[in-house]
């Protein structure tokens, strides 16, 4: 596959599809036999098939934050969240604000999303090399990357045009508290093993 | 756009459109006249608006190719030809083989070339690195590289894995013939005026 840095004349350069496009190309037919794809910056991006570790990961992120949140804030895992015309990532987890049209009428948006959660193996390079900065330039004001490699989770926070400005890590015996919904309170050994 | 200069993790990879997707983009009306792209090893590359100077010479190639081949070769212009099942370009001019059909009921391949024609002005970077050595890959027996600024001809024969083994130049003067078919013939002064 090329890549934009061998492509030395301008001029010549990969087309950027539009979320637009990307909904085409799913009506049509593409993507099939992809196991998940996202759209980046323009750029298809192909998700590797998860393992058992990062199911058991979501799905215990999602039986421990769903009964907290139940009846203030919408739980959506594994689903779309549109940024801009060019991006529309699927985070592992998002805590949404409530919406009246409950999310019928559009994908949600940066300004919807109080918590995003990725789950990361192999794939932590790339959630934090390429999907943290690009959350932090559309103001998504908190994202959790649970580090299964690890055992930890990175916590962000202050999001500007340059990344994230607040980091914070913690371990199975800490506790984590959205700053957005500060009522929701879990334990980190809930989902680190 | 991210400039996956290498993708993040080896199992996250930029989704390579296949000749299928992007003729289903074609069809379902995603890619349209507007739209100047090729599709080189998976992705759509946007093409650089042809200048006058270009359109000229592929003009001149077009009228002195049609003459001298008669009914020897087929001369297509600014077409497809479908390499592999990530790879279509659409080469300046291809000399092609006769077949019965016209190429009616499928896009010529690399072994229906006689000749394969790029024209380069601002695009000659693009033509060399990237477009020369996949028509090498794919076995183009030929191709003329016309180079505007320096007002020459690269002959590239003997393609192979690593790209083409034989390289000569002509300069006004000179006549250009394929080795597969030396009847045909063009005078470089003929293109560079």
Redesign the interface.
């Known amino acids: ?9 301008p ?6 599809f539009t979320t637009d ?1 990307y909904h ?2 799913g ?5 099939a036999e ?1 196991s998940r ?1 996202e759209l ?9 098939p998860v393992g058992s570790d990062h199911v058991g990961t979501v799905a215990d992120l999602t039986m421990a934050i769903a009964p907290k949140v139940a009846g203030r804030a919408v739980l959506s895992v594994q689903s779309p969240i549109r940024l801009d015309p060019y991006s529309e990532p699927q985070p592992d987890l998002v805590v949404l604000r409530p919406r009246a049209d409950r999310y019928r009428g559009g994908l949600p948006t940066p300004a919807d999303v109080l918590l995003l959660v990725e789950v990361a193996d ?5 959630d934090r ?2 999907k943290l900065p690009l959350y932090a330039r559309h103001g998504l004001r908190e994202v959790w990357i649970v580090n299964i490699r690890s055992n930890r989770v990175e916590i962000y926070r202050r999001p500007g045009p340059e990344g994230y400005a607040e980091k914070l890590e913690v371990g199975p015996g800490d506790t984590l508290s959205p700053e957005a919904l500060p009522e929701l309170r879990l334990a980190a050994g809930d989902l680190l093993v | 756009m991210i400039e996956l200069a290498e993708p993040p993790t080896p199992a996250l990879t930029r989704y390579k459109l296949t000749v299928d997707d992007y003729h289903r983009m074609g069809e379902a009306g995603i890619l349209t006249r507007e739209h100047r792209v090729e599709l080189i090893e998976g992705d759509l590359i946007e093409l650089a608006p042809i200048g006058s100077g270009h359109g000229a010479v592929v003009g001149r190639l077009n009228k002195r190719l049609v003459i001298s081949a008669g009914d020897q070769a087929l001369i297509w212009i600014q077409m497809s030809i479908r390499l592999s099942r990530y790879s279509e370009p659409e080469p300046d001019a291809l000399i092609l083989r006769p077949r019965a059909d016209d190429y009616e009921k499928s896009l010529p391949t690399a072994k229906d070339v006689i000749a394969l024609v790029e024209v380069a002005d601002s695009s000659l970077g693009y033509d060399r690195e990237i477009k020369l050595p996949l028509y090498a890959r794919h076995g183009v027996a030929e191709v003329w590289l016309v180079d505007l600024r320096a007002r020459q001809v690269e002959i590239h024969r003997r393609p192979g894995p690593d790209g083409y083994a034989e390289k000569l130049v002509a300069r006004p003067g000179d006549m250009l013939r394929p080795a597969a078919l030396p009847s045909v013939e063009v005078a470089v002064a003929d293109l560079l005026r």
């Open positions: 596959m090329i890549t934009t840095t061998e492509l030395t004349q001029r010549h350069r990969r087309r950027r496009d085409r190309m009506e049509a037919g593409l993507f992809s794809v980046i910056e323009g750029d298809v991006i192909e998700m590797s192999s794939s932590v390079a790339y090399g390429t």
